[in-house]
């Protein structure tokens, strides 16, 4: 991995001035995030570098999904003071020494989470540990922070199953989880509702749909469908069992979710949920296809029916956002905009570490792995 990005790094990543510090709070606060090294968490750590004046204390278990320090190396989060990071499991609780040294806040940012649907298929039980018991963990240390403002837990379309042709979900209808990993973080979700209602605790949830970014594990749709277009390979794309239709989702840019988390700390509501969607929604097939556009190389592709891909696999997710645009926050960054940015990002030969993380091709022709969307 990178730790010194050089100049076109810095460029092809900069934050778009709608980010920029000219907007910076100046009201200093301290502020703990869960996961800190995962691939949302980091961006809205770099978010929060980049507008505010707060300090920033980041937990990470550094387990495979972290890839270590390197993502903070890379924003460079170590360059700056304001920011330290503890290597914690949060599933194990916050232990008396760690409270100490993390020290009165603001603001926790409950970030950490096990995501990858087929990783839960295979094994719920990190799953259960990480998104449920590490929630658990979580709130009680929270009950203890004296100072705290909010409690903000970080939800997913998923909770809501799948969206039929025409429907958005909107924040409080019901729950239909069709997967450990979505079943768990509802989990999660209720029991912040249930602490804020019984002990007070001051709280609310965000649903956030499927985010891209920079540094994102290679083991998401988004980077398999540059990794298969590089390379020349066959990429499966979820359909109907027709194997006409391509399965969709609404794509948002990490930074946009990390614009609205900000938003909505000065004003949100005890108790409440906020959707963060995306502009549209927009087939897989689509995606990828606008993917190979931007790197100016073919896409090899097949579709297979969603639920032989996987058990539990939702063709569509769908979030209604007009509750967050009646509040004012829209996504600063356009998803046309973000997305050629990313991929321009991905491609650069220093981030490539980022991509392919064993730097080894596969022959052109041979089936890529499973996309998992």
């Given at each position: 991995m990178?730790?010194?990005?050089?100049n076109?790094?810095?460029?092809?990543?900069?934050?778009?001035r709608?980010?920029?510090?000219?907007?910076?709070?100046?009201?200093a606060?301290r502020?703990?995030v869960t996961?800190?090294c995962?691939?949302?968490?980091?961006?809205?750590i770099?978010?929060?570098?980049e507008?505010?004046?707060?300090?920033i204390v980041a937990l990470?278990?550094?387990d495979?999904a972290?890839?270590?320090f390197?993502?903070l190396?890379?924003?460079?989060?170590f360059d700056?003071?304001?920011?330290q990071?503890?290597?914690?499991d949060?599933?194990g609780?916050?232990s008396?020494?760690?409270?100490k040294e993390?020290?009165?806040?603001?603001?926790i940012f409950?970030l950490?989470a096990e995501?990858?649907?087929?990783n839960s298929?295979?094994d719920?039980?990190?799953?259960?540990?990480?998104?449920v018991?590490?929630?658990?963990?979580?709130l009680?240390?929270a009950?203890?922070?004296?100072?705290?403002?909010w409690f903000v837990?970080?939800?997913?379309?998923?909770?809501?199953?799948?969206?039929?042709p025409?429907v958005s979900?909107k924040?409080w209808d019901?729950?239909?989880?069709?997967?450990?990993?979505?079943a768990t973080k509802?989990a999660g979700?209720e029991?912040?509702?249930?602490w804020?209602?019984t002990?007070?605790?001051p709280?609310?949830?965000?649903?956030?749909m499927?985010a891209f970014?920079e540094?994102q594990?290679?083991?998401?749709?988004?980077?398999?469908?540059?990794?298969?277009?590089?390379?020349?390979r066959l990429?499966p794309?979820?359909?109907?069992a027709?194997?006409t239709?391509?399965s969709?989702?609404?794509?948002i840019?990490?930074r946009?979710?990390?614009?609205a988390?900000l938003?909505?700390v000065?004003?949100?509501e005890?108790?409440?949920k906020?959707?963060?969607?995306?502009e549209?929604?927009?087939?897989?097939?689509e995606?990828?296809?606008r993917?190979a556009?931007?790197?100016?190389?073919p896409?090899?592709?097949?579709?297979?029916p969603?639920?032989?891909?996987?058990p539990?696999?939702?063709?569509?997710y769908?979030?209604?956002?007009?509750?967050?645009k009646?509040?004012g926050?829209?996504?600063?960054?356009g998803?046309?905009e973000?997305?050629?940015?990313?991929?321009?990002?991905?491609?650069?030969?220093?981030?490539?570490?980022w991509l392919?993380?064993?730097l080894?091709?596969?022959?052109t022709g041979?089936?890529?792995?499973e996309i998992?969307a």
């Amino acid at each position: 991995m990178n730790s010194t990005p050089s100049n076109l790094h810095r460029s092809i990543g900069r934050l778009p001035r709608h980010f920029e510090r000219q907007n910076a709070t100046r009201n200093a606060r301290r502020v703990l995030v869960t996961g800190g090294c995962g691939f949302i968490a980091h961006h809205f750590i770099e978010h929060m570098l980049e507008v505010t004046d707060w300090d920033i204390v980041a937990l990470d278990h550094l387990d495979y999904a972290s890839n270590g320090f390197d993502r903070l190396r890379d924003i460079p989060a170590f360059d700056d003071r304001r920011v330290q990071v503890f290597t914690v499991d949060v599933a194990g609780g916050v232990s008396v020494g760690l409270r100490k040294e993390i020290g009165p806040v603001d603001y926790i940012f409950h970030l950490a989470a096990e995501t990858h649907v087929d990783n839960s298929i295979r094994d719920p039980w990190p799953f259960v540990r990480s998104n449920v018991i590490g929630t658990y963990q979580m709130l009680e240390y929270a009950g203890t922070v004296s100072s705290l403002k909010w409690f903000v837990y970080m939800s997913t379309d998923e909770v809501f199953g799948a969206a039929p042709p025409g429907v958005s979900f909107k924040e409080w209808d019901r729950y239909n989880s069709s997967n450990p990993y979505s079943a768990t973080k509802a989990a999660g979700e209720e029991m912040t509702l249930a602490w804020a209602n019984t002990y007070g605790l001051p709280a609310f949830v965000i649903h956030a749909m499927n985010a891209f970014g920079e540094r994102q594990h290679p083991e998401k749709f988004f980077p398999k469908v540059v990794n298969a277009v590089l390379e020349g390979r066959l990429l499966p794309i979820h359909s109907d069992a027709t194997c006409t239709v391509s399965s969709s989702r609404c794509y948002i840019h990490a930074r946009n979710i990390a614009s609205a988390i900000l938003f909505l700390v000065s004003r949100a509501e005890q108790r409440e949920k906020y959707n963060i969607a995306g502009e549209r929604d927009i087939p897989n097939l689509e995606l990828a296809q606008r993917v190979a556009e931007i790197i100016g190389k073919p896409l090899h592709y097949e579709f297979v029916p969603a639920q032989l891909a996987r058990p539990g696999l939702d063709f569509r997710y769908s979030l209604d956002g007009s509750r967050m645009k009646s509040m004012g926050w829209e996504p600063p960054n356009g998803f046309e905009e973000s997305l050629e940015r990313t991929v321009r990002w991905m491609i650069q030969p220093e981030n490539m570490g980022w991509l392919r993380p064993d730097l080894e091709f596969k022959p052109t022709g041979e089936p890529a792995i499973e996309i998992a969307a």
